[in-house]
């Protein structure tokens, strides 16, 4: 090769054919991996029963004219008698109310009644909303969800398939990390987390991390693990040494409780979450609960949040379509609906799916994340139930010597119903004398619990006279079977002024409910374990989801939330087992996601140390079109090539070679730098190029942001690959395949000014007109 006037020097060709040759020959046919034994599955402990909290009601007053709002809700309440618990117009909803019903009418009867009351616009009961979660026991670190090479990731299982993940490695070599608030709404977020408090939101001026929905605090700390888990899959610290990582490395976590200890939360809580998120800057709300009862309250708050809501599909192995489960099955177009996938690259067994309502798969079985801490707390006061003379009794309970926590005894509280829908006895077992707590900062009641029966409901509420109670936490379970399990439940700010009364109520059919170490305490206490788990579910899914959001937001910040939505859900891996169960088919690819975000730089032309694959995007200006106008200015000490491939062969090209968009160049320069040309202002016509059979040199005309699949309508299938070249880290990408999906996906958008390789299966003319 000779080299041309401007001294520009000989250097190596790109070593490019080699690997070209390889894509056409091996890339096609890719063997399909064994087929593994399918995984045998924990017994998932959901809770099937969907209920509503006793003695509310959500009630919403139509018309625009807050005053007559107020006048309707107002006279409506008083002919009742019901009091208002709480009013979120001066949240910014207006019309909407939380209302505590007399004791004489049920939750339906008010129904019937607001609904007939002319200028209610719905009444509707405050249903619970559960976590989507299988527990499991911790193990040895595997986070196949991030990275499958087909390694063992858990004792006792079969390996997972190489790539059936979400692809976080090729995405972390743009970036690892979330700068937008990522708002976790569940049981609250252990923010004292080694590998994760960090990541957490803070209140600058408070120096608080968050909201507490339930005690209406600004302290969200997990008193489960749900949350935690939920957190970690999200933005658990990376790089740092110590547990896993999270899909963002550096994240933006804001912990908002409105679920308690058992993952039971209400629609009213949930709505205060939302808004408290909302206005505190979330822009992700990631959703791993759901209720099988539409709420009318929670859809337009959903609706009306300037916002992207992931949400779980549900625990069931059931059809949405058929039985659809809320929040994930509303209608709406800031919602994104997620399944479980496992290690296998199958549709989790207990994931829920539809074709119509569930969009996407993402790894949800086995899942290895951050748990809640194990703290020591101080005890104040405790009962370990030696005797029970410090207990009112209200039912069959007594002292159980054969199973307790601490000797010598715990308390056995039965019930026994044997007719179904009927009124359910009770056992209540209240303290005689109050609690002080006046002085506590953060006081905390915590218990040992362990439950048995069927049907079975179990609260513990406070009171501050002895007559007025308040739910502090509430669980219902269809079918209950739970070992010991420690709860921790905290007290309402409003509740803490005064002396407290503490009660457990259970009832149901044939329950037996054991209690012990009834503890009062202050704050968490020390820290005696950091822990880490595998967890099953939907609930697992979504923080993939979420955290992808937040990684594909953060760096396309000026896209509206659709067209991330479209990121995530145009660009997945095809499943089997997802195919006529989701919209896609697919399990989430994250850096799919991200190179079909991929944005253009300005009119410039970067270079980096090494060879480099440049084209032009727009006609130059005559007199300044040349490569020795454009090139020309690149600065490098050990002088430079410029390259173009035409026809099978590499051509040198000369100093007055005029340059055009449609082809691409190779340069090679020792430094970064960048080039500005400077285009026509004149651009239009038409601009065609002859192609060859075989790999061209190719560059997009125009700087809008568009598919390959767009780009090259104008020769139809002729094309199969497209392959770009990472000059920064001077590699190729992955190729664009002609109606390929996930990372290989022709909807990836083609960058202007980058060069491109283009192999076409004919000689053919691509011709554009702009």
């Given at each position: 090769?000779?080299?041309?006037?401007?001294?520009?020097?000989?250097?190596?060709?790109?070593?490019?054919?080699?690997?070209?040759?390889?894509?056409?020959?091996?890339?096609?046919?890719?063997?399909?991996?064994?087929?593994?034994?399918?995984?045998?599955?924990?017994?998932?402990?959901?809770?099937?029963?969907?209920?509503?909290?006793?003695?509310?009601?959500?009630?919403?007053?139509?018309?625009?004219?807050?005053?007559?709002?107020?006048?309707?809700?107002?006279?409506?309440?008083?002919?009742?008698?019901?009091?208002?618990?709480?009013?979120?117009?001066?949240?910014?909803?207006?019309?909407?109310?939380?209302?505590?019903?007399?004791?004489?009418?049920?939750?339906?009867?008010?129904?019937?009644?607001?609904?007939?009351?002319?200028?209610?616009?719905?009444?509707?009961?405050?249903?619970?909303?559960?976590?989507?979660?299988?527990?499991?026991?911790?193990?040895?670190?595997?986070?196949?969800?991030?990275?499958?090479?087909?390694?063992?990731?858990?004792?006792?299982?079969?390996?997972?398939?190489?790539?059936?993940?979400?692809?976080?490695?090729?995405?972390?070599?743009?970036?690892?990390?979330?700068?937008?608030?990522?708002?976790?709404?569940?049981?609250?977020?252990?923010?004292?987390?080694?590998?994760?408090?960090?990541?957490?939101?803070?209140?600058?001026?408070?120096?608080?991390?968050?909201?507490?929905?339930?005690?209406?605090?600004?302290?969200?700390?997990?008193?489960?693990?749900?949350?935690?888990?939920?957190?970690?899959?999200?933005?658990?610290?990376?790089?740092?040494?110590?547990?896993?990582?999270?899909?963002?490395?550096?994240?933006?976590?804001?912990?908002?409780?409105?679920?308690?200890?058992?993952?039971?939360?209400?629609?009213?809580?949930?709505?205060?979450?939302?808004?408290?998120?909302?206005?505190?800057?979330?822009?992700?709300?990631?959703?791993?609960?759901?209720?099988?009862?539409?709420?009318?309250?929670?859809?337009?708050?959903?609706?009306?949040?300037?916002?992207?809501?992931?949400?779980?599909?549900?625990?069931?192995?059931?059809?949405?379509d058929v039985t659809p489960l809320y929040p994930t099955s509303y209608d709406l177009e800031n919602i994104i609906s997620v399944a479980a996938?496992?290690?296998?690259?199958?549709?989790?067994?207990?994931?829920?799916?539809?074709?119509?309502?569930?969009?996407?798969?993402?790894?949800?079985?086995?899942?290895?994340?951050?748990?809640?801490?194990?703290?020591?707390?101080?005890?104040?006061?405790?009962?370990?139930?030696?005797?029970?003379?410090?207990?009112?009794?209200?039912?069959?309970?007594?002292?159980?010597?054969?199973?307790?926590?601490?000797?010598?005894?715990?308390?056995?509280?039965?019930?026994?119903?044997?007719?179904?829908?009927?009124?359910?006895?009770?056992?209540?077992?209240?303290?005689?004398?109050?609690?002080?707590?006046?002085?506590?900062?953060?006081?905390?009641?915590?218990?040992?619990?362990?439950?048995?029966?069927?049907?079975?409901?179990?609260?513990?509420?406070?009171?501050?006279?002895?007559?007025?109670?308040?739910?502090?936490?509430?669980?219902?379970?269809?079918?209950?079977?739970?070992?010991?399990?420690?709860?921790?439940?905290?007290?309402?700010?409003?509740?803490?002024?005064?002396?407290?009364?503490?009660?457990?109520?259970?009832?149901?059919?044939?329950?037996?409910?054991?209690?012990?170490?009834?503890?009062?305490?202050?704050?968490?206490?020390?820290?005696?374990?950091?822990?880490?788990?595998?967890?099953?579910?939907?609930?697992?899914?979504?923080?993939?989801?979420?955290?992808?959001?937040?990684?594909?937001?953060?760096?396309?910040?000026?896209?509206?939330?659709?067209?991330?939505?479209?990121?995530?859900?145009?660009?997945?891996?095809?499943?089997?087992?997802?195919?006529?169960?989701?919209?896609?088919?697919?399990?989430?690819?994250?850096?799919?996601?991200?190179?079909?975000?991929?944005?253009?730089?300005?009119?410039?032309?970067?270079?980096?140390?090494?060879?480099?694959?440049?084209?032009?995007?727009?006609?130059?200006?005559?007199?300044?079109?040349?490569?020795?106008?454009?090139?020309?200015?690149?600065?490098?000490?050990?002088?430079?090539?410029?390259?173009?491939?035409?026809?099978?062969?590499?051509?040198?090209?000369?100093?007055?070679?005029?340059?055009?968009?449609?082809?691409?160049?190779?340069?090679?320069?020792?430094?970064?730098?960048?080039?500005?040309?400077?285009?026509?202002?004149?651009?239009?016509?038409?601009?065609?190029?002859?192609?060859?059979?075989?790999?061209?040199?190719?560059?997009?005309?125009?700087?809008?942001?568009?598919?390959?699949?767009?780009?090259?309508?104008?020769?139809?299938?002729?094309?199969?690959?497209?392959?770009?070249?990472?000059?920064?880290?001077?590699?190729?990408?992955?190729?664009?395949?002609?109606?390929?999906?996930?990372?290989?996906?022709?909807?990836?958008?083609?960058?202007?000014?980058?060069?491109?390789?283009?192999?076409?299966?004919?000689?053919?003319?691509?011709?554009?007109?702009?």
């Amino acid at each position: 090769m000779k080299t041309c006037s401007t001294g520009w020097k000989k250097r190596t060709y790109p070593k490019i054919m080699f690997f070209l040759i390889l894509v056409v020959l091996v890339m096609p046919f890719t063997s399909a991996m064994p087929t593994l034994p399918p995984e045998l599955h924990l017994e998932q402990s959901q809770n099937s029963i969907d209920s509503y909290m006793p003695g509310v009601l959500l009630v919403k007053a139509g018309g625009e004219d807050s005053t007559h709002q107020e006048s309707v809700l107002a006279s409506a309440h008083t002919s009742i008698g019901a009091t208002v618990a709480k009013d979120y117009s001066a949240e910014g909803f207006a019309g909407l109310q939380l209302i505590e019903l007399p004791e004489i009418m049920s939750v339906n009867d008010a129904v019937a009644y607001y609904s007939a009351i002319p200028g209610i616009e719905y009444a509707e009961p405050d249903y619970f909303r559960t976590n989507t979660i299988i527990p499991n026991d911790p193990d040895l670190f595997r986070q196949w969800g991030l990275l499958n090479t087909g390694q063992i990731y858990k004792e006792n299982t079969n390996p997972g398939i190489p790539g059936a993940d979400i692809h976080t490695p090729q995405a972390w070599n743009t970036s690892t990390k979330s700068q937008v608030p990522i708002a976790v709404l569940d049981s609250g977020v252990d923010y004292l987390h080694a590998d994760l408090s960090n990541n957490i939101w803070t209140n600058t001026a408070t120096g608080t991390h968050g909201y507490d929905a339930i005690t209406g605090t600004l302290d969200p700390m997990d008193l489960a693990s749900h949350g935690t888990h939920c957190a970690g899959i999200i933005g658990a610290v990376g790089n740092n040494g110590i547990g896993g990582s999270g899909v963002n490395w550096n994240a933006t976590i804001l912990p908002v409780r409105f679920l308690n200890s058992f993952g039971t939360g209400t629609v009213s809580d949930e709505i205060e979450a939302i808004l408290w998120a909302e206005r505190n800057g979330a822009r992700i709300f990631s959703c791993s609960f759901g209720g099988k009862n539409p709420s009318q309250a929670e859809y337009e708050i959903i609706a009306e949040t300037d916002g992207l809501f992931i949400c779980g599909a549900g625990n069931n192995g059931q059809d949405n379509d058929v039985t659809p489960l809320y929040p994930t099955s509303y209608d709406l177009e800031n919602i994104i609906s997620v399944a479980a996938t496992n290690a296998q690259d199958e549709l989790a067994s207990f994931s829920n799916y539809g074709k119509k309502s569930v969009d996407i798969g993402a790894p949800g079985e086995a899942i290895y994340s951050t748990k809640h801490n194990l703290y020591t707390p101080e005890p104040i006061w405790r009962d370990s139930f030696d005797t029970l003379n410090n207990w009112t009794i209200h039912g069959n309970w007594t002292l159980d010597t054969e199973d307790f926590i601490s000797p010598p005894s715990s308390a056995r509280g039965t019930v026994n119903n044997t007719v179904l829908n009927q009124t359910q006895p009770t056992a209540i077992i209240s303290l005689k004398e109050p609690l002080a707590i006046s002085n506590l900062t953060n006081p905390i009641i915590s218990y040992q619990l362990q439950m048995v029966g069927a049907y079975s409901t179990f609260s513990i509420e406070a009171s501050n006279d002895n007559l007025t109670w308040k739910t502090l936490e509430y669980d219902r379970k269809q079918i209950t079977l739970l070992p010991w399990i420690y709860r921790e439940s905290k007290i309402p700010t409003d509740m803490k002024e005064a002396p407290l009364y503490i009660r457990f109520v259970a009832d149901g059919t044939f329950i037996a409910c054991f209690l012990d170490d009834i503890t009062l305490s202050d704050g968490y206490g020390a820290l005696t374990e950091t822990r880490y788990g595998y967890m099953d579910g939907t609930s697992m899914a979504v923080p993939f989801i979420s955290g992808m959001a937040g990684f594909l937001i953060t760096y396309a910040p000026d896209d509206p939330y659709s067209a991330i939505k479209d990121a995530i859900l145009k660009t997945v891996d095809p499943v089997q087992g997802l195919e006529n169960k989701t919209t896609t088919g697919g399990r989430a690819n994250l850096s799919a996601a991200l190179t079909y975000l991929k944005k253009p730089d300005t009119d410039t032309i970067n270079l980096y140390p090494g060879w480099n694959h440049v084209s032009v995007a727009k006609k130059l200006i005559s007199g300044n079109d040349t490569a020795y106008d454009l090139f020309g200015k690149v600065t490098n000490t050990s002088g430079h090539s410029i390259l173009r491939y035409y026809n099978t062969s590499w051509i040198t090209v000369p100093a007055d070679e005029t340059i055009t968009p449609l082809s691409s160049y190779w340069i090679w320069t020792g430094m970064t730098q960048n080039i500005t040309p400077l285009p026509d202002l004149n651009q239009n016509g038409t601009y065609s190029k002859n192609l060859s059979k075989g790999w061209n040199g190719f560059g997009v005309l125009g700087t809008d942001s568009e598919s390959a699949k767009t780009r090259l309508t104008p020769i139809g299938n002729t094309w199969t690959y497209l392959i770009g070249y990472d000059s920064k880290n001077q590699q190729y990408e992955e190729p664009i395949i002609r109606d390929g999906t996930g990372n290989q996906s022709d909807s990836r958008n083609l960058l202007p000014w980058q060069g491109y390789w283009l192999y076409v299966t004919d000689n053919v003319t691509y011709q554009v007109t702009n």
